[in-house]
Every structure is written in C-alpha cells, then in structure tokens.
Nanobody, 121 residues
Framework: QVQLVESGGGLVQPGGSLRLSCAASGFTFSTYAMSWVRQAPGKGLEWVSGINNLVGSTSSADSVKGQITISRDNAKNTLYLQMKSLTAEDTAVYYC??????????????WGKGTLVTVSS
C-alpha cells in the first residue's frame, strides 16, 4: 500500500532554515508528481509546492516563492522541501502528498501523516 512518511520538522527560530523529507513506498515513485501541502493552526490546507515526476519541473504557491525549493530523488524514493527565511506564518503541519498523475494538475490521492514545523524564538 502507499506509504508517505515525512520527517525533518521541529522548532526553528525566525529567519532559520529547515529541510523536510518524505520517504515514499508502495508505488512507482518516479511515475508520479509529488506535492507538499501545509496546514497552519486553525486554518485550512494550503498547497505549497509540486514537482513533476521528472526532476526539473516545479511549481509553488505565490506565498512561498523564493523561500522554498522542492526536489526529489527518484533513486531514493524521497521528496524534499528546503525552506529558508522562516517566519511565524510558516508554522504548520507539512504534509507530503502523492499526485494522481505525472503532473500536479490532477490533484492528490494519498497523504502522509505530516510533520510539524514551529517557527518561534
């Protein structure tokens, strides 16, 4: 079965950086686009970034452009999210999601359990 396990969250000071990872299993990772979605306390889900199945084609929400870099290692079945210049507004649970197709245009069908990122001094 599809499994997505996020890691790398934690407490970080404002202005700091963090790299999240998502280990995928149970499907052919290189066939599908992958996405990161986040949910801030008391708010709804927000799509953060997506990457097509082949490395190089990415997209991000306007709210995080220039602040995050999504990447993937198809040999390791792992998705990454590098974040920098973090602020309190980035505090959220970050979820890794498998997209329905090779591109992020068709929505997501599986999510991990999430990893909490807390930005605070």
């Amino acid at each position: 079965q599809v499994q997505l396990v996020e890691s790398g969250g934690g407490l970080v000071q404002p202005g700091g950086s963090l790299r999240l990872s998502c280990a995928a299993s149970g499907f052919t990772f290189s066939t599908y686009a992958m996405s990161w979605v986040r949910q801030a306390p008391g708010k709804g889900l927000e799509w953060v970034s997506g990457i097509n199945n082949l490395v190089g084609s990415t997209s991000s929400a306007d709210s995080v452009k220039g602040q995050i870099t999504i990447s993937r290692d198809n040999a390791k079945n792992t998705l990454y999210l590098q974040m920098k210049s973090l602020t309190a507004e980035d505090t959220a649970v970050y979820y890794c999601a498998k997209d329905r197709a090779w591109t992020s245009s068709y929505g997501m069908d599986y999510w991990g359990k999430g990893t909490l990122v807390t930005v605070s001094s």
